[in-house]
């Protein structure tokens, strides 16, 4: 995925700590910043079904989910969205009205009845910041469902460089044969690690840290609203799957601390006066952080 996408360490190991964590992940930067080429290039790695949805005013839920059809022996059958796949690209997700942001736990109903999803059913969504024209804020209970928040930023100068040479010499965005990017594993492989990633060890004195960073964020000044129970949850499984990655069976505190902002920062809210002078919800995050003593072995 580094060898495609230039400059984007950071976002590229929270994708993938997202993906084996069995997480959701919201991918936010101005457009042309390599968002859709990270997911893209995500999938090409793995042979499982990959769709992309490009998100709309006029999108409505069923060219998501499906539709019911009345067929010519009287019968009503089901016609399965493009939601029904294994990697889901949901682009320009804050350009759609909320009717069409709500996502669902691996399971659509449609006319009453219950249809799965695949188990390595995963949502990538990108965003524009919600101050460009056109976008739709995301409501609170749907940000709280993605596991991380990425930001996608511009890359330095000499990687900036890098780019446009990789066009010279023959890259396309637009032409996924150009990436040379081939499937080093398939769905079953995916579930086979992520399972793997359940069997990281967590001890008490690493959820002890994350209980504590989370219930800080709700007694801290400069935050109005606090983290939820399931960002506690979502921060347990990314340290878990953060310590695989670095071919550890245990997690240590370091998982924790690290991937704290992207999992915590759209869980949070900035108070108002602290927010009119410019503090951010990561500024916020890392003086809880150096506040909260980190466990020591």
């Known amino acids: 995925m580094r060898q495609v996408v230039l400059g984007q360490e950071a976002a590229t190991r929270e994708v993938l700590v997202c993906l084996l964590a069995r997480g959701h992940i919201l991918l936010e930067g101005v457009p042309g910043t390599a968002k859709t080429l990270l997911v893209r290039t995500l999938a090409l790695s793995l042979e499982a079904k990959f769709v992309r949805i490009q998100f709309t005013p006029d999108l409505m839920p069923a060219d998501i989910t499906g539709i019911t059809l009345l067929t010519g022996a009287h019968e009503f059958t089901f016609r399965p969205g493009p939601i029904f796949a ?8 804050n350009r759609a009205p909320a009717k069409t942001q709500a996502m669902q736990e691996r399971t659509v109903t449609v006319d009453g009845k219950s249809h799965p999803l695949p188990t390595t059913f995963t949502v990538f969504a990108t965003q524009n910041p919600i101050e460009f024209e056109g976008t739709y804020p995301l409501p609170e209970a749907e940000l709280d469902r993605f596991m991380v ?7 330095a100068a000499p990687v900036e460089q890098g780019i446009l040479t990789r066009y010279v010499e023959g890259f396309e965005a637009d032409r996924p044969e150009t990436y040379g990017v081939k499937p080093v594993t398939d769905a079953a492989g995916l579930e086979r690690l992520r399972k793997a990633v359940e069997t990281v060890r967590v ?16 007694e801290a000044a400069s935050l109005t609203l606090g983290a939820s129970p399931r960002a506690g949850v979502a921060l347990l499984k990314a340290a878990r799957a953060a310590a695989f990655i670095e071919e550890r069976d245990y997690v240590i505190p370091d998982d924790v601390k690290l991937l704290a902002p992207a999992v915590l920062r759209h869980r949070v809210s900035v108070a108002p006066e602290l927010e009119l002078e410019g503090v951010t919800a990561d500024q916020a995050l890392k003086a809880i952080l150096d506040k909260t003593e980190a466990p020591t072995a």
């Open 203 to 218: 001890e008490p004195r690493i959820t002890g840290y994350i209980t504590a960073i989370v219930r800080a964020t709700r």
């Open 86 to 93: 294994d990697l889901v690209l949901a682009d320009e997700i």
């Open 149 to 155: 928040k990425a930001f996608v930023g511009y890359p």
